[in-house]
Nanobody, 126 residues
């Protein structure tokens, strides 16, 4: 079983940047795909980014492509989400997740992930 703890959220002005962290314990981030999702107020959870177990493949949601970057530090067993050029519509609770089995490559489906963190709030002011 893996435990995931997100951090790094906060309040930022439009155009600014934030870096979110997701520290994993109990299972390595190199054993399964990892993902970031977000849930805006009053809306469903949506896909942001995913990285596969080898770290050589990444997938991004259309709304964040070219602005957000997913990365990982295997020594720290942590994944990151670098968010640049933030917009008010990026306001959401951001969650990290680990895929439910090792056969899943990058994935944009919440159904493919079984372990979730508690989330971190990101608020972008206009």
């Amino acid at each position: 079983q893996v435990d995931l703890v997100e951090s790094g959220g906060g309040l930022v002005q439009a155009g600014g940047s934030l870096r979110l962290s997701c520290a994993a314990s109990g299972r390595s981030v190199t054993t399964r795909a990892m993902g970031w999702f977000r849930q805006p107020p009053g809306k469903e959870r949506e896909f942001v980014a995913s990285v596969n177990d080898n770290g050589n493949m990444r997938l991004y949601g259309d709304s964040v492509k070219s602005r957000f970057t997913i990365s990982r530090d295997t020594a720290e067993n942590t994944i990151y989400l670098q968010m640049n050029s933030l917009k008010p519509e990026d306001t959401a609770v951001y969650f990290c997740a680990q895929a439910k089995n090792l056969f899943i490559n990058v994935s944009n489906s919440t159904d493919e992930y079984s372990a979730w963190g508690q989330g971190t709030q990101v608020t972008v002011s206009s």
